[in-house]
């Protein structure tokens, strides 16, 4: 039987030799979606444009909300919901897929060359894209509103660079388990809505007791929401010290994910 490396080294080399495949697999992806529709890829400006539209709404009419600290923009709690909602949809929409990667793809399971280890990236370039096209609506509507956009901007890939690691690493882990035990791809959706009211979008870290601040910093998505908001819409500059530890994080994640694929994928063609 065909033995697998796991080893961050082998992770790199394949990446690298099929760059191509998973950029043409990953364009597949993000515009598959939209194929048929009248619109097409304008979808992927739509969506956004009319999620800040809804939560301009709700929270600025209907609820009267703004955030701690703010000024009392009846657009400013949108912006501010917008920027955590935009980290948590990358983060929601891959995982959300992770479980039936290779369930859906049993066909290159049987293709003894095909590199299964690419299809979470594949996910994750996709949803870097909507993600994408919904930071540039955000950014526009914040000079519509403000005049300029934060100085901060150029940091967001910063932020990104570890939540992508800890995406992959949890992809990873995720599909593999999946072929073999099918209730991870029914619990996952319900593990999803609850870290969604249990991460600050809703609410900032700092309006916890202290005793719960602690407790949300331990979320895996806190610090990547809490510093996106920072260069998207305050203008500060991200945590360094607290971006290396995150980044060390996850990067571990990441690379325990992948051992992990690359120990179970050789009972895939078996079980599948």
């Not at 923009?73 to 929601?92: D, W």
């Not at 992770?98 to 594949?122: H, M, T």
């Amino acid at each position: 039987m065909k033995t697998y490396s796991a080893s961050p080294l082998a992770l790199v080399r394949s990446l690298v030799a099929n760059q191509g495949l998973i950029l043409s697999l990953a364009h597949r992806e993000a515009v598959g979606r939209y194929k048929g529709s009248i619109l097409g890829i304008f979808w992927s400006l739509l969506t956004p444009l009319l999620m800040l539209a809804v939560y301009t709404f709700v929270f600025s009419e209907v609820f009267k909300a703004r955030w701690n600290g703010g000024s009392n923009s009846k657009t400013e709690f949108a912006i501010v919901l917008f920027a955590g909602m935009i980290i948590f949809n990358l983060f929601a929409e891959c995982i959300g897929k992770a479980p039936s990667i290779i369930l859906s793809n049993a066909n290159f399971v049987k293709k003894v060359i095909f590199p299964l280890e690419i299809l979470p990236c594949v996910n994750l370039l996709s949803a870097l894209f909507h993600a994408g096209v919904s930071m540039a609506i955000l950014l526009v509507f914040e000079l519509v509103e403000a005049g300029s956009v934060p100085a901060t901007v150029w940091q967001i890939p910063l932020v990104l660079l570890p939540l992508s690691a800890l995406i992959l690493g949890l992809s990873w882990w995720l599909a593999a388990t999946s072929v073999y035990l099918r209730d991870v791809g029914q619990t996952i959706g319900i593990l999803i809505t609850a870290l969604m009211f249990l991460s600050p979008v809703f609410f900032p870290v700092s309006s916890l007791p202290p005793s719960w601040q602690t407790v949300a910093h331990l979320n895996p998505l806190s610090f990547p929401i809490e510093q996106a908001r920072n260069v998207l819409v305050w203008g500060q500059s991200i945590s360094w010290w607290g971006l290396c530890l995150y980044t060390l994080v996850t990067f571990a994640v990441a690379w325990i994910g992948f051992a992990w694929f690359q120990k179970a994928r050789k009972g895939f063609a078996d079980v599948l």
